[in-house]
């Protein structure tokens, strides 16, 4: 898709197809109950106002949001009106979504449209109300479909966005759009991860396709470790998930610095669930609770999202970014629950059950994104069905040792339009992981406050107490039909703008 700003337009860029909005308003008749709505439409043009007030219908349109009305203009201009409602009601996040209703209803139809970007402008704030306008168009113009023979691309290929501002706040409005579609292409990288087959995305593609991606981005060096490297890490918590495998586990470490590093310039680690495919292990998942743990690497590819967007960006803060990769599978020599498993701080571990795996791998990576000496580290992860029971398959479960980190994190999602939500980490839930036989289980005595116990087994791998945040992502991370820029069915590519907010402020 092609984007392109025309400021101080006066008239349409395009005489093809024009996108104009209305507001809705309400108004109540003085002494009487009832109430009638009209529509709002005093930003638009002469000759539309004109051809729209001589179609007799016309009026019943009132620009409730969501409406649309079509009308032609002599000259052969098509002129779309979509309602977003009351213009005291319109958020960010509505006109988010309403901007991918918008691209879903135009995409199939026409070849390019001018946006009369004015009448999308909320809170007179042009540059936020441009960002959610294309982060709703641009991740609502993602589909899966490398895999069909044949495909049906979408006809619209080129956007305009007219306003009559001074031509002077271009350079800033343009660094506002590129800038969201650099975070918008890397969500949707992630996406293409995360819907990937899983015979086709192995641990070693996986990596081998990560390095692909941000090779030659500027600040950014990488390594692989696999099984040789693991092993010399003492990394035998990550090994014994990928006991059962016939693919080598890839450990990613890459690594951000910006061009300018100051003693105040922050580190940050992010560390990533990377199960290309989780089976349950000999604790062998359900079939019906099977299909679809080709997503268990989203956690990795949420941050790895993250760390591409803010390098390409060239943000001012250094990133590592940890991403864990293997399968969770079962042959002769997987991983046998009552195995007893040292992890690469040293504690030793019973593994009572192997689908609690992605703990497993994070502790490894945890303890060695603490070598790295940063400020803070973040994982994401799909790690547990619990957090989906506890708040929703819409809500990010957040953990950790840090209130400050978790306080801002926080304020990012809200800044950012996406549900996250704080869970506790007590001394009972501490209490319930320790084992008769080894330091710690890899699972509580009962599954109640599954996703706090599961970051209370993180966090005993968290040292020198360096400030640890834990996304539980197992619920947001998946299709997410209520959002009209997340596919109904597929990766929702959610959580990644809140991580760039918070790298953003770091
Ligand atoms: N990958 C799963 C968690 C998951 C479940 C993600 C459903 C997305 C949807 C994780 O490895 C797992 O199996 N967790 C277990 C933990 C339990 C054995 C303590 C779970 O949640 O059942
Ligand atoms: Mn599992
Ligand atoms: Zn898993």
Redesign the pocket.
């Known amino acids: 898709m092609k984007y392109t700003l025309n400021l101080g337009a006066k008239e349409f860029s395009s005489d093809n197809v024009v996108l104009v909005s209305a507001f809705e308003k309400t108004i109540e008749a003085k002494g009487k109950t009832k109430e009638s709505k009209a529509i709002v439409n005093t930003h638009w043009s002469k000759e539309i106002k004109a051809a729209f007030e001589k179609i007799k219908t016309s009026v019943d349109f009132t620009g409730t949001a969501g409406s649309t009305y079509t009308l032609h203009l002599e000259n052969g201009t098509t002129v779309l009106v979509y309602g977003l409602g009351e213009k005291k009601a319109v958020t960010f996040e509505t006109l988010r979504n309403h901007s991918a209703k918008i691209y879903k209803a135009i995409a199939a139809k026409y070849k390019e449209v001018a946006i009369q970007f004015d009448g999308f402008t909320i809170k007179s704030k042009a540059d936020e109300s441009l960002n959610a306008m294309v982060e709703g168009i641009s991740l609502a113009d993602y589909k899966f479909d490398r895999h069909f023979v044949t495909k049906t691309p979408a006809k619209l290929t080129e956007i305009t966005f007219d306003s009559a501002a001074k031509k002077t706040g271009l350079k800033k409005l343009q660094k506002t759009l590129d800038d969201t579609l650099v975070v918008t292409e890397s969500i949707n990288v992630g996406r293409n991860f995360v819907n990937e087959a899983p015979n086709i995305l192995r641990s070693t593609t996986y990596a081998k396709e990560v390095l692909e991606d941000i090779k030659g981005t500027k600040g950014v060096k990488s390594k692989v470790l696999g099984r040789a490297e693991l092993k010399k890490e003492k990394m035998g918590l990550f090994l014994s998930v990928n006991d059962g495998s016939a693919y080598e586990p890839q450990l990613v470490h890459l690594t951000y610095t910006p061009s300018k590093m100051t003693k105040k310039t922050k580190h940050i680690a992010l560390v990533g669930?990377g199960?290309v495919f989780?089976t349950?292990g000999y604790?062998l998942?359900p079939s019906g609770?099977m299909v679809?743990?080709k997503?268990?690497m989203a956690g990795s590819a949420t941050v790895y999202s993250a760390f591409r967007a803010v390098a390409k960006l060239g943000l001012d803060v250094k990133i590592t970014c940890i991403l864990g990769m293997t399968d969770?599978a079962v042959n002769e020599h997987a991983t046998m629950p009552d195995a007893i498993v040292k992890a690469r701080n040293g504690l030793s571990v019973e593994i009572l059950?192997t689908?609690?795996?992605?703990?497993l791998v994070l502790a490894d990576c945890l303890d060695y994104a603490c070598d790295q000496k940063p400020d803070a580290i973040i994982d994401s992860?799909?790690?547990?069905?619990?957090?989906?029971v506890s708040l929703g398959n819409q809500v990010c479960g957040i953990m950790g040792n840090d209130q400050k980190l978790t306080d801002k994190i926080l304020k990012s999602a809200k800044n950012t339009d996406e549900y996250m939500w704080q869970l506790p980490i007590i001394q009972e839930f501490h209490d319930d992981l320790k084992s008769p036989v080894a330091d710690l289980k890899?699972?509580?005595g009962s599954?109640f406050g599954?996703s706090s116990?599961?970051a209370a087994f993180l966090s005993k791998f968290v040292k020198n107490d360096i400030p640890w945040a834990h996304l539980d992502i197992?619920?947001i991370?998946?299709s997410q039909g209520h959002k009209a820029y997340c596919p109904t069915k597929g990766a929702s590519g959610l959580i990644v703008r809140t991580l760039v907010d918070f790298l953003k402020n770091a």
């Open positions: 669930k199960l989780d349950g604790s998942k609770s679809n743990m997503f268990d969770n059950n689908d609690a795996e992605g703990r992860a799909t790690l547990t069905g619990a957090v989906l890899n699972i509580g599954s599954g116990k599961a197992a619920g991370g998946d």
